[in-house]
Each structure stands twice: as structure tokens, then as C-alpha cells.
């Protein structure tokens, strides 16, 4: 499909997966529109893996489009910028899309309307010919993070101790609903290419695999024109990929294209393999080629119980209540209200919540798009789920040991390998919710780590202190011991034939004496001396 | 409506964690599947045997749920949702495949009893029971009441006395037979031990092979009620209730033993389709041994789980002490499953395969 002239590329399969209804008819034939400006700006400093962003800016100063207003801190951390103008009035703790519900720090912008950009970097068009480090250094500025949801900061991603061979570009988006990495390869498709081109470049890849999944023929349609019109490219092949939830997972992808399995623990690189979502690779691409930073994404909002689906291109920091005040609102009350697809997506408890850097679908589903499972039944062994796990893993076995708190015999049972797609509580017909009980599982085996942790922490201050009162208290008595024998050499040197130790009026009698000889020498010096004072 | 509605808050149900779609299946869709695909089963066995295995089944049905019942009251738990999983159904109508049809009524209550009572119930409910609870109940019926347990009726194409419906309820309820018959007249071993007594009397396989109850592939009748099982277990494998692992392991160690014996003494062993097409062989491959609660999980696991039952079930036939031997295979191999399971993890994705 993607050259005529090649073969169809070898395509592997990994173990289970489920075909969905996709769902993604809803939302896939609306173009993207640009979200007007919302009044308010809510933006966290963390966004992404790693520390968060320090803030750059204080309450009342003035911001310009795309200016940095939260500083990278460190290597593994991304900046942040103000995706309008407008003035800094609070720098506080905000409800953020977070599975937590928890607050974290903002930076809060009320826009001024002008949508103003500030003073911006030079455009790297010659990016071929430039040292990598300063394009690094520039996507690095820009902010970008992975957008299909891990948020992973993208500089560090641009740079392996080992040698990359293939540089896999994921467009596979496989989970149901989600259309706006579709829209945006069908839209995009020259920035897709124009940042797979820079990113190949850093890396120093042979060749470049765009993986799409089947069900968005005209994504693939796009891609491919774009790739004959920009000249040939033998690097770039755009692959269909068949339809088969989770074949979008970063090592699932892996394994369709290259037939490879990423190590347990283990990244990408090792086996010399990168992967880049799509739209992280536009972003590359406006950050080098324009010298924009990532301050807006294409969010697709929908769900049957939104009135206008549809895929819009919204300012990091706009409020929910915006984006769907803009899709014309509810069409009813939504039984479940989701940052992401239906089998991964988190549920949202606010409407006042930003969308953030690694948002990609507001979900508003319908009471008959997720019906209340109901409760619980007693698991009947039946498998099913085992069938379905795409990292081959026995969710069975993993549940019954999460659920009776056998922790270590959940990580025998590989835990830590879940990557909770979802495929097995999909399944499941008992309708257990099994992803649940892996992530209860997960992190009572975190905080046990953590309380280990400190434990052990405690442990080696409470025993350093002990080893110095030790230290300190023998110094002590070696003190004590010298002088005690430097006072008995001396002593037995006054004393012809020793005294014993502690035999105080011996000693009171020896001191006397002494006392008494200095004070006859004294007598005696003073007398010499008067007579000739006197002369 | 839209703006207003925009600013309320999704409703507190909204804190569960993902999935969130529609669920693919339900516990009692399964049932309710394995059900269906034993009904060809039930009517081809009423067709040959009367109308005692339909008596059978209504009369377990409603002992077994009354059991079941009797005990969620005791345990406090909810009565209605357990028993809309259809789970007790299930085990009464294979318990009912499994008796003859004419078994008096209160040997299937006991049996009921025993099966979800002490084999079902005391180890926690659906799921958490260690051995089948219909194949228990059988094997413990067959040892206490040997007699009742193997007085097995003739098919119809065998013999010319056929009990009424009506009869067949003065039978099972009182015990009474129509009072022109016998027990003599109506009554016939099954192909499994007839072949068994004639083998002791060292007749060979040819003159056995002439007999009139021989089919084509087993015994006459009988070979319609497996062939019956068999296609209601393809549905199931069809609609993906259960997985070809167990039944084509089970049926094809199996066959191969028999196969394999036929080869080196045709006189003494039968052909390797009698084994399959005669006494619970396709009952058990797709109904029994696939039972997802007692049986081995891991795929590996779930072909050697079935392999094992398909050889003690041909030891069984061949050298032990009784005609047939699915029930107490199954039996068996529950015992050996978590082992089982134990042992044959599968290797997981970037663990870099075991094979």
C-alpha cells in the first residue's frame, strides 16, 4: 500500500488482542477546528514523566504566546509554555487529569484576546546539516512530550548509547473512539513525515516505519501521497497494520513490525528499535522547522452522549467545560465521563480540569455505551482472559494472588509485565475487574518498596549513629587512657618505686609535696632576687 | 440544554477503573450456551432410551437448585443472582446424561445433594470447587449404589418394549415396572461392557463384531447419542465457550492408544472409533473435561491435562475394574490440575521464549 514497487513488508502477530467495535465513525469525519481562546488558562507544570516544570513566571506578569513559563528541571523533565497571551494570576494547586483526582501546581493565564506570541527561536530548516545536539536542545525548549499518553519527555528519546536501525512511527491508534491522531496523519501528513525525516536524523535510523492500523484507510491514503510528493524516500514505508486492539502499544507495535519483543524491563533500543507517536512527531516537526514550542493538540471530543463530536485543536490549559460547550454540550447526562478511550481512559470528576500535553480524547459515554457491569461474580476459571493478554500473562492466577494479597506471588506470576490494556476484565465474564486489582496490586508492592525503603534508610542512619557514639565514645577512653598514662609515667618518674594506681593519699601527699617544693623554690627565687633589687 | 448540562458533574459512579465499555460476556450466557449444546444430546438419548433421561433432568434441575438455594440461605449469601448463573442447572442436566435413565428418584436427589452440597458449596461456590461437581456425584453413586448405576435400558432399535412417558414416571417415582415386563426385557448392558464380558470370555474381535448391538462406529444407538455430543460440542468450540485444547487432546490421546493397541492385537482390542463413539468419551471431552473450573488453564496445562484423562480413560476401559472411566479420569486429572497449571506457565512477552 505504501510503495507499489516493494513487497508487502513481513507483518508479526503478537499472542491474543480483541477486535472492538471501534467506534470511531462518530468523531472520524469531522475535519479538526481550532477551539477559540478560552478566558482561562490552566496550565500544570507537570504534564509529563519526570520532575515537573519550575516555574518560570510569577502572579501578574504579562505572558506572550509560546513563551516558557515553566523551566525543564533536568534531563528527564519537559518546559512548559503559555499557549496564549495574557497576564499570570495564580500560580496555585488545580484539579488535573490524573487517574489520582489529586491537585498539582498550576499556572493560571487570563488571556487577553490578542493571542500575541512571543519573541520565538529561529527556524532549524537546515536541520540535516546541524549539530544534533542543537535540535535536541530545541525540541528539548519546545516542551514535546509523547502524545499518544505516555508523556514521556521527547528530547531524551532522541539520543541512544545504542545504534537505532529502525525508527517505528506509531500511528496506530487502536484504541476505540480516538480519531485525532486519524485526522491528524490525514491533515498533518507533511509535518508527520517532516518530523519522522528529523527524528531519523538524530537517531541515525535506516529506515522508517510508519504503522497504521487498517481501519483508517485514509490516513494511509494521505501518508502515502504526501510520501510520493515530497520526493522518493526509500527510508519511509508507510505499513497497515491489521485492526486488533492492542497493536498500538508501544512493544506490541514493535513486535507486529519487526518481529522483535522488547525485553521485560528492558527499552526499545535494545533491540534497536524507536517509537514515536504521530503527533509527537509533528510536534518535532513545528518545534525544529518553525521554532514553535507544543502548546496546542488535536483532542477528539466525543462519545454518543456529546451533541457534536468532532476533533479540535485545543490550547494546552483550556478547560473541559470549554471543549464541550464547543461541541454543543451533553446530549445527556453521561454515565461516564473518561480522559482517553474506553479501555484504558481514566474516569474525569471535573469539568474544570485542563487539558493537558498527553490528552487525546475527551470520552462522555452513555449509560448504554458503559453499563454498570453489575456486580462481581466468583471467578469460574474459564481462561478467557489468558487468551486475550496480549504479554501472554495468566490474569487468573494474577488475580486470585492480588486478591488474597500474596504480592510476591503476584510478581512470580510476572505483574509487573501487565500492561493494563484491559482485554482480560473485557472478557471476562464474570465481569471481576481485573486491571483494578493488578493496579491495587502494583502499588501496595510500590509502597511496600517505599517502606522498605525507609526502613532501610532508618536502619543505616540509626546504625551510623550508634558506629559514631561508638567511635566518638572509644576516642574518649583512648583520650583518657593516655593521659591517665602519661600522669603514671610521670608520677612514677616523681617517685622512686611507684605508686599504685588510685591510691589517692599517696597521691594528696605527693601533690602536698610538690605544692610544698614549689613553694620553697618560689621562696627562694623571691629571696635571691630581693638583694638585688635592693643593690 | 447543553450549556447547563456542561457544567454539571458526571455521577459518582464514574470512580471505576477501566475497562468501561459494554462487557463481551456474561457467566450465565456461558451457561446458558453449554445448556443448548446439550440439548442434541438429550434428545437423541430420549429418542433411543425414552423418555427417562427428560424425567431425569427436570427431577435433578429441581434438586439441584433447592439444594443450591437451601444453601446460600445458610451461608447468608444472595439466593436469586447465584442462581441465575445457571451453574447448579448445568451440573444437574450432565449429572442427568450421566445416570440411566430409569434411576429412582431419590438417587438423584442424594446425588444433587452430594454435588452441590459437599462438592460444590462446602468449597465456596461456583469456582472455587477442586473437582466436577456432576462427574463426584456420579462416581459416588456408582460406588455406593452399583447396582442402580448400571442398569442401563436397551435402545429402542434393540428391543420392542417401550415405556410410555407415564410408565417412565411409575419407574423412576416408585419403582413400579408396566406389569406385562421385566426388568430382563427392557434392560441391556451397555456396548462398553458387553464388549468388556465378551472379551473375558475370550471371544475375539471378529465374532464380537458380529453381534447385534454392534453400530458402525460403536454401539447401536449409542453411536448417535456421541455423535449427538460431539456436535454440540463443535457448536460450543464454534462459539468459543470452550477451547480445542482439552477435547482434542483427551479425544486424541485416546485414540491413539487404542489405535496403537489394535495395531498389535486386533483380536482383543476394538477399533480405535468404538472407543471414542462409545460410553462418555464425547460427553466428557466437551463437556466434562472442559469444565473451566476444575480443569488446567494454562494452554500447555490444558493439553496435557486432557491427554492424561484420554489415557487413564483407555487404562481404565481396558485393565480396571469398571466399563467406563470418563468420570473418574476427570476425577483424577482435577486432583493434578493446579499442578498442572504450576508447571506449564507460559513464557511472557520480552522474557524471551522458553520452547
Known sequence: ?535 | MAPENAHSRPPPAAVLSSPHGPRANRVDQVMLQVLLALIPGVLVVTWFFGWGLLINCVLAILFATAAEALVLRLRRRPVLPTLGDYSAVVTAVLFACAIPPTLPWWLTLLGMVFAILLVKQLYGGLGYNPFNPAMAAYVFLLIAYPLEMTNWLAPHLLTQHHLTLAESWRLILFGALPPDLSWDALSAATPLEALRTQLREHQVMDAIRGAPWWGSLGGRGWEWVSSAFLAGGLYLLWRRVITWRIPVAMLGSLLLLAGLFRLIDPQHYPDPAFHLWSGAAMLGAFFIATDPVTASTTPRGQLIFGAMIGVLVFVIRTWGGYPDAVAFSVLLLNIAAPTIDHYTQPSVFGHGRKS
Open chain 1, 1 to 535: 500500500m505504501s510503495r507499489p514497487d516493494l513487497p508487502t513488508p513481513q507483518l508479526w502477530t503478537f499472542h491474543g488482542g480483541l477486535h472492538l467495535p471501534d467506534e470511531k465513525a462518530l468523531s472520524s469525519d469531522q475535519p479538526i477546528e481550532l477551539l477559540p481562546l478560552p478566558p482561562l488558562l490552566i496550565i500544570p507544570l507537570r504534564q509529563h514523566i519526570g520532575a515537573p516544570a519550575r516555574p518560570g513566571v510569577r502572579v501578574g506578569d504579562q505572558v506572550g504566546k509560546g513563551q516558557v513559563i515553566g523551566t525543564a528541571d533536568g534531563y528527564v523533565s519537559a518546559a512548559v509554555h503559555a499557549s496564549s497571551s495574557g497576564t499570570v494570576i495564580a500560580i496555585e494547586e488545580r484539579l488535573i487529569p490524573h487517574p489520582s483526582g489529586l491537585p498539582a501546581p498550576c499556572v493560571v493565564i487570563a488571556t487577553d484576546g490578542q493571542d500575541a506570541w512571543a519573541p520565538l527561536p529561529a527556524p532549524l530548516t537546515d536541520y540535516r546539516h546541524l549539530d544534533p545536539a542543537l535540535l535536541r536542545e530545541r525540541v528539548h525548549w519546545a516542551g514535546v512530550v509523547g502524545l499518544g499518553g505516555g508523556a514521556f519527555p521527547t528530547s531524551v528519546k532522541l539520543r541512544s548509547e545504542r545504534h537505532i536501525e529502525t525508527l517505528i512511527i506509531n500511528g496506530a491508534e487502536c484504541e476505540p473512539y480516538i480519531t485525532c491522531d486519524d485526522r491528524l496523519m490525514r491533515e498533518r501528513s507533511v509535518q508527520v513525515l517532516e518530523g519522522a525525516r528529523i527524528i531519523r536524523t538524530l537517531l541515525g535510523a535506516e529506515r522508517v516505519l510508519i504503522g497504521i492500523e487498517d481501519n483508517k484507510p485514509a490516513a494511509i491514503a494521505a501518508l502515502s501521497a504526501a510520501l510520493a510528493d515530497t520526493g522518493p524516500d526509500t527510508h519511509i514505508r508507510i505499513i497497515p497494520v491489521p485492526t486488533l486492539y492492542p497493536s498500538g502499544g508501544e512493544r506490541q507495535l514493535i513486535r507486529i513490525l519487526t518481529g522483535r519483543e522488547v525485553p521485560t524491563r528492558g527499552l526499545p533500543a535494545q533491540i534497536g528499535v524507536a517509537c514515536q507517536n504521530v503527533a509527537t512527531t509533528a510536534a518535532v516537526a513545528d518545534a525544529v522547522l518553525l521554532g514553535r514550542p507544543l502548546i496546542a493538540r488535536v483532542v477528539t471530543v466525543t462519545g454518543r452522549a456529546v451533541a457534536r463530536p468532532g476533533n479540535l485543536t485545543v490550547p494546552i490549559g483550556t478547560p473541559l467545560s470549554h471543549l464541550l460547550a464547543y461541541c454543543g454540550g451533553f446530549r445527556e447526562v453521561p454515565r461516564r465521563l473518561l480522559c482517553g478511550g474506553p479501555m484504558m481512559g481514566f474516569t474525569l470528576s471535573d469539568l474544570e480540569i485542563p487539558v493537558t500535553k498527553a490528552f487525546n480524547c475527551l470520552l462522555a459515554l452513555t449509560a448504554a455505551e458503559a453499563p454498570d457491569p453489575g456486580p462481581a461474580l466468583a471467578c469460574i476459571r474459564c481462561g478467557r482472559c489468558a487468551e486475550v493478554c496480549p504479554v501472554r500473562l495468566l490474569p487468573q492466577q494474577l488475580y486470585w494472588h492480588a486478591r488474597a494479597k500474596a504480592f510476591d506471588r503476584a510478581q512470580a506470576y510476572n505483574l509487573f509485565d501487565c500492561i493494563e490494556c484491559g482485554c482480560c476484565a473485557q472478557v471476562c465474564p464474570s465481569h471481576i475487574p481485573l486491571v483494578q486489582y493488578y493496579r491495587f496490586a502494583k502499588n501496595a508492592v510500590w509502597a511496600q518498596e517505599e517502606e522498605r525503603r525507609k526502613a532501610d534508610q532508618a536502619r543505616a542512619r540509626h546504625q551510623a549513629r550508634q558506629a559514631r557514639q561508638a567511635r566518638l565514645e572509644q576516642e574518649r577512653q583512648s583520650k583518657l587512657r593516655k593521659k591517665r598514662e602519661i600522669l603514671d609515667e610521670t608520677t612514677a618518674a616523681a617517685v622512686p618505686g611507684g605508686v599504685a594506681d588510685g591510691d589517692l593519699d599517696a597521691r594528696r601527699a605527693l601533690i602536698e609535696a610538690a605544692k610544698q617544693r614549689a613553694a620553697a623554690k618560689k621562696a627562694a627565687a623571691q629571696s635571691s632576687t630581693e638583694p638585688v633589687d635592693q643593690g
